[in-house]
C-alpha cells in the first residue's frame, strides 16, 4: 500500500506477512485525548458501528476509554448488511449481554428508538437520585465511532436539524460541543477514530470499502478489484447477474472491472476503458447497496476477548 507522511505508514514484518497499515492524521490524536476527558462527565455512551462490520468497525482502543460507563452498541446501515447475517449478530450479542439496535439512522423512526432504548437503560441511574430525594440531573449522551458510520447523522436527526456536517467520506466531524435535546438530555458528537495499527491487509480492504478510510489512501482502482474478488465469492451479488453487464464470476478481477467500465460506456482517448472512473462508481455502488446487501463478518469469526462481553443488560429490536 503506498505510504503517506505522516498519515499513512507501513513497517515490514517478514518475507511472508503483510506490513501493517496506519491511517491516524493527527486530528484523530486529539480527539482520543478529548474523549479521554469528556468521557468522564457522559452517562450514557452511544456508540456506532456498521452493520456489515460487527466487529472490526469496534475501536478497541474506545472499548478501553468506555470501560466501566452505560452503552448501547448502534449497528448502522442494518439495510446494507445481509438480514440473514444481521440476525445471527442479533443471537451473538443478546448471548454476551450487550445493549445493541440494528437500524439504518437515517430512518424517520430511528431517533425515537434510539433515545426510548436510551431513557431504558438510563432508569437506574435516575432511579439512584431518586432513592436520596435528588431529581435527577440532564443525563448526557456520548456518541462516538470510528469515522463515516453515521455519527454526525444521528446527531442531526436527534437534533431536527444539520447542525453537523455530513459527507459520504471520512474525517468530516473535528469540532464538536455539547448540545440540549428535547426531553431533558445533552448530546455530544465526536470526531472519528480508528486504531493507529491495522494489522491485517484484509481488514484495510474492508474498512475502506465500506468508507472508513479514504479511498485515496489506497487507490480506488485497488480497492475495487479486491472488492470485486471478494464478492465474486459470495451468492447473490447484483453485478454478477445483471442482465446488462457480461460479467462472469469465474473472469480474473481486473478484466471484470474493464468490463464494467465498457458497459457503463466509460471510457478515454483511444476507446481504452477508464479504469480509475469505473472503480470510483464501482464503489459508490457497494456503498449504496446497489449491488447487493453485504457481510463481511460473521460471529464464529470475532474474538472471544471482544470487550463488548463486558457489557450488560443486552436487548435487540
Do not use: C
Amino acid at each position: 500500500m503506498t505510504s503517506r507522511r505522516k498519515q499513512v505508514t507501513t513497517r515490514k514484518k517478514g518475507p511472508d506477512k503483510p506490513a501493517p497499515f496506519s491511517w491516524f492524521p493527527p486530528h484523530m490524536l486529539r480527539a482520543q485525548k478529548r474523549l479521554l476527558e469528556e468521557i468522564k462527565t457522559a452517562d450514557l455512551v452511544l456508540e456506532i458501528r456498521d452493520a456489515r462490520l460487527p466487529r472490526l468497525s469496534a475501536n478497541p482502543t474506545l472499548d478501553r476509554i468506555v470501560a466501566g460507563r452505560q452503552r448501547l452498541v448502534i449497528f448502522n446501515k442494518a439495510s446494507l448488511a445481509d438480514p440473514q447475517h444481521n440476525a445471527r449478530w442479533r443471537r451473538h450479542y443478546e448471548r454476551m449481554a450487550v445493549q445493541a439496535l440494528f437500524l439504518d439512522v437515517e430512518e424517520p423512526s430511528a431517533a425515537n428508538r434510539i433515545l426510548t432504548r436510551s431513557k431504558s437503560i438510563l432508569q437506574p441511574w435516575a432511579a439512584a437520585f431518586r432513592a436520596r430525594d435528588i431529581r435527577p440531573p440532564p443525563p448526557r449522551l456520548m456518541v462516538i465511532g470510528i469515522p463515516n458510520v453515521g455519527k454526525s447523522t444521528l446527531v442531526n436527526r436527534l437534533l431536527h436539524s444539520k447542525r453537523q456536517p455530513v459527507a459520504p467520506h471520512p474525517g468530516v466531524t473535528r469540532r464538536t460541543g455539547w448540545v440540549q435535546l428535547k426531553g431533558r438530555m445533552s448530546l455530544l458528537d465526536s470526531p472519528g477514530v480508528l486504531l493507529p495499527r491495522i494489522e491485517s491487509e484484509r481488514d484495510a480492504f474492508r474498512l475502506s470499502w465500506t468508507g472508513a478510510i479514504p479511498d485515496q489512501i489506497v487507490g480506488a482502482e485497488r480497492l475495487a478489484v479486491e472488492l470485486i474478488r471478494d464478492l465474486s465469492q459470495r451468492e447473490r451479488v447484483a453485478m454478477f447477474d445483471h442482465p446488462t453487464l457480461p460479467i462472469a464470476r469465474s473472469d480474473i478481477p481486473e478484466l471484470i472491472l474493464e468490463k464494467f467500465a465498457a458497459a457503463r460506456n466509460m471510457t478515454i482517448k483511444g476507446g481504452k476503458p477508464d479504469l480509475t472512473r469505473a472503480a470510483e462508481l464501482l464503489l459508490r455502488e457497494f456503498r449504496r447497496g446497489i449491488l447487493g446487501a453485504i457481510t463481511f463478518e460473521h460471529p464464529e469469526e470475532s474474538s472471544a476477548g471482544d470487550a463488548d462481553s463486558q457489557q450488560s443488560q443486552f436487548s435487540t429490536h
